[in-house]
């Protein structure tokens, strides 16, 4: 890795705060940072550098996983840290942060390479990117890259629009957008193991596999999000970026050892061949739900329109499933099911494969209900675990499920922006969501985005602490399939998932 400033745009802001301070702490404890490492923060409000580092050890003594116990550690690592005002809209202002950044290039006798890191509102990408064009900011000799954070865009026009400003400034080679859950190591695996299992390999197409169910499930509300959520919804704050991501993750096949060229193309491959739902058929294959009051975890929850800042008629989307198909050899007549949604009964992101079943057209209705699944655990937890159709040795006759389980321990595991941002250091863009994807996902998503605008599609209400709207079942059932796991959280079940013992 080569001497790097980075310039971290949002400083004093809570993303800065949870997730890319305790990331850098982390690898800077990794021994995965260069010694002439730098980060300057920016925002509006005048901060001492001193006061700015307290701020970061606050950060990392909040939110790092690790526990931040080695006062050596935690002293080298704030060394790395100053602060400058910067007011997005004030050319001056980005003078004044190049000389600053100049003087400490020639200070650490590194080499002028810059990563711009945009952790501010969306409004702010595009004159933050110009004024770094215009102000020699990014001119240097050495290497520059803009990291952006979501939202890239509100539609697919907007997202056109913002990605033609940011490409006045930048080239695509420079920009890395993050989707933070392809910084999710269970994700990061995904192509390794279809790549190199033999099993999984041979397994990963229409001839094996039944269904696939994608399903990111939150059990928060809004939370201190009102204005920006009601304007997006879980359609724009999930589905457009997070879940298909995942479902290009899963689908995409690719030959071993491949380049982050080659990751983008298959995963474009992979959106391309996404059949296109025609407005008037999003009503058949999207379910759009909102919840309303009900209890988590033994708690009450309030309904949607009644959270603070919600106009009492919203129509907002915080809950979505929907059927998609994948028109290539591997996947056609493979429904791939996305759901995802606020209040929900748990905290799970996941993937579920239901395998073919040659013999179950005559097998019994009782047989049926224990399918064979592999499934991925994302986050919270991260494992894997690989449901098998048994014979039950206590009642001739019956059958059961055989579970096969790994499960890792989150202290192990490096968090998704530890990933993000060591791979942008590096220049590596395989986990960063190319403009080809994007524009492809809005293009997916915009006849959704117009249907929900037209209210042409109904708003169904889910109690909070479910898994969302009975319609979304029903999507399933229309094919003969089932949101399997549901029952995980449900104790009688006999799919129950096992808790790994070594969490
Ligand atoms: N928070 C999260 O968990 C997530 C956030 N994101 C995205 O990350 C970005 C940042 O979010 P978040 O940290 O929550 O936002 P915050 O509102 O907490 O922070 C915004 C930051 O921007 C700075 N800022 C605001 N206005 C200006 C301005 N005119 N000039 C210079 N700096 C300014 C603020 O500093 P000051 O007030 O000092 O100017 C502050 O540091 C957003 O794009 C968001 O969508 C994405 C995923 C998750
Ligand atoms: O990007 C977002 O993601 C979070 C969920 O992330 P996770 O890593 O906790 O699964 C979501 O709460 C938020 O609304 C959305 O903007």
Avoid: C
């Amino acid at each position: 890795m080569e001497a790097t400033t980075f310039v971290l745009f949002g400083a004093t802001g809570d993303l800065a705060r949870r997730k890319i301070y305790p990331a850098l702490y982390n690898l800077y404890l990794d021994h995965k940072l260069h010694h002439s490492f730098s980060v300057i923060g920016l925002g509006r409000r005048e901060v001492a550098d001193e006061a700015f580092q307290a701020m970061v050890e606050r950060s990392i003594r909040d939110f790092s996983r690790r526990e931040v116990n080695d006062s050596a550690s935690v002293r080298g690592f704030l060394k790395a840290f100053r602060y400058n005002v910067l007011d997005v809209g004030h050319t001056e202002d980005y003078l004044k942060l190049l000389q600053r950044v100049e003087q400490l290039e020639a200070d650490m006798g590194s080499s002028p390479n810059r990563m711009f890191y945009l952790s501010v509102g969306p409004e702010f990408f595009e004159p933050i990117a110009l004024n770094i064009k215009e102000s020699g900011l990014g001119a240097a000799k050495g290497w520059k890259r803009l990291v952006i954070e979501k939202p890239f865009g509100h539609d697919l026009q907007s997202a056109q629009e913002l990605n033609l400003k940011l490409s006045e400034a930048f080239t695509e080679d420079e920009i890395f957008r993050i989707d933070h859950y392809l910084g999710k190591p269970m994700v990061q695996e995904l192509d390794v193991f279809q790549q190199t299992n033999p099993v999984l390999h041979a397994l990963w197409n229409n001839r094996y596999i039944a269904n696939v169910q994608i399903t990111a499930g939150e059990t928060v509300g809004v939370e201190e999000r009102a204005g920006y959520y009601d304007h997006v919804g879980a359609l724009r704050d999930m589905f457009q970026n997070h879940m298909l991501q995942l479902l290009m993750m899963l689908a995409i096949r690719l030959p071993k050892d491949s380049t982050a060229d080659e990751v983008r193309f298959k995963k474009k491959e992979v959106m391309e061949s996404l059949e296109p739902l025609e407005e008037a058929d999003v009503q058949f294959n999207v379910i759009r739900g909102q919840y309303t009051a009900g209890t988590i975890q033994g708690k009450p929850a309030l309904g949607y329109t009644a959270e603070p800042g919600i106009p009492a008629d919203s129509q907002n989307d915080t809950f979505i499933a929907a059927r998609l198909q994948i028109d290539d050899p591997f996947w056609k007549g493979v429904p791939f099911y996305i759901r995802t949604g606020k209040r929900m009964k748990e905290k799970s992101t996941r993937i579920v494969i239901e395998f073919k079943e040659p013999l179950k057209q005559n097998s019994s209705a009782a047989e049926d209900d224990i399918p064979n699944l592999l499934v991925f655990e994302i986050s919270p937890n991260e494992g894997i675990t690989l449901q098998l159709k048994a014979r039950d040795p206590q009642h001739k006759g019956k059958f059961k499920a055989m579970h096969i389980d790994f499960h890792t321990s989150s202290i192990e595991v490096p968090e998704a922006y530890e990933n993000l941002i060591y791979d942008a250091l590096h220049g590596d863009p395989s986990f960063f969501a190319h403009w080809n994807e994007v524009e492809l996902s809005w293009k997916w998503v915009q006849p959704i985005l117009n249907a929900f605008a037209k209210n042409s599609v109904p708003l169904y209400h889910y109690a909070a602490g479910t898994f969302g709207p009975a319609e979304s079942d029903q999507l399933l059932a229309e094919n003969g399939h089932h949101w399997w796991l549901d029952s995980a959280v449900d104790e009688e079940s006999e799919l129950a998932l096992p808790v790994a013992s070594n969490f």
